[in-house]
């Protein structure tokens, strides 16, 4: 057997313990992705937590912004580290997913040395709608900074024995940062047919082209595409029916197989809408699609803290019960940082209480600010392991929690970590 | 219809083009600029607001308002007296350094023109120096900072520290907004006010200045 004949099985091998325990064959112990899995379709041992590393990693490792995001293996060592040294049960190499493809269209970006690179919305792509004639797809894994994102990924996949989650950017956000998202608005009203145009253009020649690639390169078992600009209330329902949902539904046709689930994840804004339920409906239909084999749908159905804050946590977790979908929650950033460490102990116990249920959640820490206290991740995490155990008790505020010592990150890192240079 | 139900329609609903065809026949018919403003587009504007506030209107309608909006005011404000153009008070506005993001400014300077208030916006990535110099300056009543993302806003503190250090903090009350930002953030690095959304905002701005 090849290697990557091998690498196959055994993500095969892990994904099959994940499921068997998630639907109540429970033999043996998980590590973090099968407890990922296994939350994903029933009851794992404990609601597992997701972390994106990204600009915290880079703060915490000491890198400029250039190095994280341009250089595979200080990007994915560092982020590694940060996941390993907070424990946390599985991580997804995060970097600005957004900007990738419309850099490799040709928009600018800005770049800073302490954050994210950001497009220039100064300068979109297509000032003028005759524009889009000069447009050309790139040129998929070596245009703009592809081949970063496919290196890091295979560091990745070397490291941790799976493929990493892979991302696109969804169409619509693309159409939004290439043309300006007053000049979309617009042309949306004014020159409907101009839009769908250049959504078949990105979703097409530059999305499908680019998950291709990443699926040859990685064999990612799950895309996901995330469509920010695609929330309420920037666009109405309405038009993310006409001018978003019908291009994911092709791309995801285009590249999904019964190995590879690709997704949408929608974005938020439950809150801003009368019913929140249409909202959370049409992210299902976002996502249901997004593999071939049924027996593996629906996937997870995420959901922002602002929106859960706002609607009530035991709603969405009212609907996906109904729909009998896994419900990913974030953890508010705001308050990863500025704590207290009681404040964010208390979030826990609420989130366990009202969204845990009987199995499918995940905890998601998209975004870690760059100035959050170590002790502040320490004690979320340590809280999670300890009182995220299924069933749920139901006397969350009389237990114990112990919160283990560890050693700063540096020292650390020095004994434990990968270098975070080019070495 | 009277022309300034069409033109309070035409901005409301975010036609430009027809906003500024009533706009022009109205001159032409030698109506004062300030009454256009103040009976149509105003209404106009204010409409759209109460629509949003209301979860009637999503951005995109309240963003094509505001284009029509201020397609109509930039025709108009040379035609103002200088009286009428300082209107009910002074507003400087600008999303704080690192952040590119405009969207909700502009929407708040449209709200704030709206209702009266004179606006200098500067614009989007506005390093602290240029707001202190801008507060130096044009001495307005209120200062603005927007910030989008939880790493930008960190540069709120600093932009309002830089007022203390200028000894111009007593002189401006100082309001944060944008996505990122909470009321509690706001109290934290001693804001005078926060909005969580234009409208929002133009409340804060009224009360602070003692008119709400």
Same mark, same amino acid.
């Given at each position: 057997?090849?290697?990557?004949?091998?690498?196959?099985?055994?993500?095969?091998?892990? /994904?099959?313990?994940?499921?068997?325990y998630?639907?109540?064959?429970?033999?043996?112990?998980?590590d973090?992705?099968e407890?990922?899995i296994?939350? !994903?379709?029933?009851?794992?041992d404990?609601?597992?937590?997701?972390?994106q590393p990204?600009?915290?990693?880079m703060?915490?490792n000491?890198?400029?912004?250039?190095?994280?995001?341009?250089?595979p293996?200080p990007?994915?060592?560092?982020?590694?580290?940060? $996941?390993?040294?907070f424990e946390?049960?599985?991580w997804?190499?995060?970097?600005?997913f957004?900007?990738?493809?419309?850099?490799?269209?040709?928009?600018?970006? !800005?770049?800073?040395?302490?954050?994210?690179p950001?497009?220039?919305t100064?300068r979109?792509?297509?000032?003028?709608?005759?524009?889009?004639s000069?447009?050309?797809?790139p040129v998929?894994?070596?245009?703009?900074?592809?081949?970063?994102v496919?290196?890091s990924?295979?560091?990745?996949?070397?490291? &941790?024995?799976v493929?990493?989650?892979?991302?696109?950017?969804?169409p619509?956000?693309?159409a939004?940062?290439?043309?300006?998202?007053?000049?979309?608005?617009?042309?949306v009203?004014?020159?409907?047919?101009?839009v769908?145009?250049? &959504?078949?253009?990105?979703?097409?020649?530059v999305?499908?082209p680019?998950?291709?690639?990443?699926?040859e390169k990685?064999q990612?078992? &799950?895309?996901t595409m995330?469509?920010?600009?695609?929330?309420?209330?920037?666009?109405?329902?309405e /038009?993310?029916r006409?001018?978003?949902?019908?291009y994911?539904?092709?791309i995801?046709?285009?590249?999904?197989?019964p190995?590879?689930?690709?997704?949408?994840?929608g974005?938020?804004g439950?809150?801003?809408?009368?019913?929140?339920?249409e909202?959370?409906? !049409?992210?299902?239909?976002?996502?249901?699609p997004?593999?071939?084999?049924p027996?593996?749908?629906?996937?997870?159905?995420?959901?922002w803290?602002?929106?859960y804050?706002?609607?009530?946590?035991?709603?969405?977790?009212?609907?996906?019960e109904?729909?009998?979908v896994?419900?990913?929650?974030?953890f508010?950033?705001n308050?990863?940082?500025?704590?207290?460490?009681?404040a964010i102990?208390?979030?826990?116990?609420?989130?366990?209480?009202?969204? $845990?249920?009987?199995?499918?959640?995940?905890?998601?820490?998209?975004?870690?600010?760059?100035?959050?206290?170590?002790?502040?991740l320490? $004690?979320?995490?340590?809280s999670?392991?300890?009182?995220?155990?299924?069933?749920i008790?139901?006397?969350?505020?009389l237990?114990?929690?112990? !919160?283990?010592?560890?050693?700063?990150?540096?020292i650390?890192?020095?004994?434990?970590?990968?270098?975070?240079?080019?070495? | 219809?009277a022309?300034?139900?069409?033109l309070k329609?035409a901005i409301?609903?975010?036609?430009?083009?027809?906003a500024e065809?009533i706009?022009?026949?109205?001159?032409?018919?030698n109506i004062n600029?300030w009454?256009?403003?103040?009976?149509?587009?105003?209404?106009?504007?204010i409409?759209a607001g109460?629509?949003w506030?209301?979860?009637e209107?999503?951005?995109?309608?309240v963003?094509?308002?505001t284009?029509a909006?201020?397609?109509?005011?930039?025709?108009?404000?040379?035609?103002?007296?200088e009286?009428?153009?300082?209107g009910?008070?002074s507003?400087?506005?600008?999303s704080?350094?690192g952040?590119?993001?405009?969207?909700g400014?502009?929407?708040?300077?449209a709200m704030?023109?709206?209702?009266?208030?004179?606006?200098?916006d500067l614009g989007?990535?506005?390093?602290?120096?240029?707001?202190?110099?801008?507060?130096?300056?044009?001495?307005p009543d209120?200062?603005?900072?927007?910030?989008?993302?939880?790493t930008?806003?960190?540069?709120m503190?600093?932009?309002i520290?830089s007022?203390?250090?200028?000894?111009?903090?007593e002189?401006?009350k100082?309001?944060?907004?944008?996505a990122?930002?909470t009321?509690?953030?706001?109290k934290?690095?001693?804001?005078?006010?926060?909005g969580?959304?234009?409208a929002?905002?133009?409340?804060?701005?009224?009360?602070?200045?003692?008119?709400?």
């Amino acid at each position: 057997m090849d290697a990557k004949a091998g690498f196959q099985l055994g993500v095969l091998r892990r /994904m099959a313990r994940g499921l068997a325990y998630g639907v109540g064959w429970r033999r043996d112990g998980l590590d973090g992705y099968e407890r990922l899995i296994a939350a !994903i379709y029933g009851q794992p041992d404990r609601v597992p937590v997701l972390m994106q590393p990204y600009t915290y990693a880079m703060r915490l490792n000491r890198l400029s912004a250039r190095t994280f995001f341009t250089r595979p293996r200080p990007f994915i060592h560092a982020s590694m580290n940060t $996941a390993r040294y907070f424990e946390v049960d599985f991580w997804s190499p995060v970097f600005d997913f957004y900007n990738i493809e419309v850099e490799a269209l040709g928009q600018t970006l !800005i770049w800073r040395e302490e954050s994210e690179p950001d497009v220039d919305t100064r300068r979109p792509l297509l000032p003028e709608r005759e524009s889009f004639s000069k447009l050309k797809p790139p040129v998929p894994g070596k245009s703009g900074r592809m081949p970063f994102v496919l290196e890091s990924y295979e560091r990745y996949s070397e490291l &941790m024995g799976v493929p990493p989650i892979v991302y696109a950017c969804s169409p619509f956000t693309m159409a939004v940062l290439i043309r300006g998202y007053v000049n979309l608005i617009r042309d949306v009203r004014r020159h409907p047919a101009f839009v769908h145009r250049l &959504m078949e253009f990105l979703s097409m020649e530059v999305v499908v082209p680019w998950i291709q690639k990443m699926a040859e390169k990685v064999q990612p078992s &799950m895309v996901t595409m995330s469509d920010a600009w695609a929330s309420q209330p920037n666009v109405t329902t309405e /038009m993310v029916r006409e001018f978003c949902l019908p291009y994911i539904h092709k791309i995801i046709a285009a590249t999904s197989s019964p190995t590879r689930t690709v997704l949408d994840t929608g974005s938020w804004g439950e809150r801003w809408v009368k019913d929140f339920r249409e909202v959370l409906d !049409i992210k299902m239909e976002m996502m249901v699609p997004g593999n071939r084999f049924p027996a593996l749908r629906p996937f997870f159905l995420l959901v922002w803290n602002e929106d859960y804050e706002e609607v009530g946590i035991s709603h969405v977790r009212g609907y996906a019960e109904e729909k009998r979908v896994c419900l990913m929650l974030n953890f508010s950033p705001n308050l990863i940082e500025e704590g207290p460490v009681e404040a964010i102990l208390e979030m826990v116990r609420k989130l366990l209480r009202e969204g $845990a249920g009987k199995g499918r959640m995940v905890l998601l820490l998209n975004l870690v600010p760059m100035g959050t206290p170590p002790e502040h991740l320490h $004690a979320l995490v340590a809280s999670v392991k300890q009182w995220g155990n299924y069933p749920i008790a139901h006397d969350l505020d009389l237990l114990p929690l112990k !919160i283990p010592e560890k050693p700063n990150y540096g020292i650390w890192r020095e004994k434990e970590g990968l270098p975070v240079d080019e070495s | 219809m009277a022309w300034e139900e069409e033109l309070k329609r035409a901005i409301c609903e975010g036609e430009e083009e027809q906003a500024e065809r009533i706009v022009s026949a109205a001159l032409d018919e030698n109506i004062n600029p300030w009454e256009i403003l103040e009976r149509g587009a105003i209404p106009g504007i204010i409409e759209a607001g109460r629509l949003w506030q209301e979860g009637e209107y999503f951005l995109p309608d309240v963003i094509l308002a505001t284009e029509a909006y201020n397609q109509v005011s930039v025709a108009l404000e040379p035609l103002l007296s200088e009286g009428e153009r300082r209107g009910r008070g002074s507003v400087v506005i600008g999303s704080v350094e690192g952040d590119a993001h405009e969207i909700g400014k502009n929407i708040v300077v449209a709200m704030l023109r709206g209702s009266g208030y004179q606006v200098t916006d500067l614009g989007i990535d506005v390093e602290k120096e240029a707001f202190v110099e801008s507060v130096r300056e044009s001495n307005p009543d209120v200062l603005g900072l927007g910030a989008y993302m939880t790493t930008t806003m960190r540069r709120m503190p600093e932009v309002i520290q830089s007022l203390i250090e200028a000894g111009l903090r007593e002189r401006v009350k100082v309001i944060v907004g944008g996505a990122a930002v909470t009321e509690d953030y706001a109290k934290k690095i001693g804001a005078d006010g926060y909005g969580k959304d234009a409208a929002q905002a133009v409340s804060l701005v009224e009360r602070l200045l003692g008119g709400g």
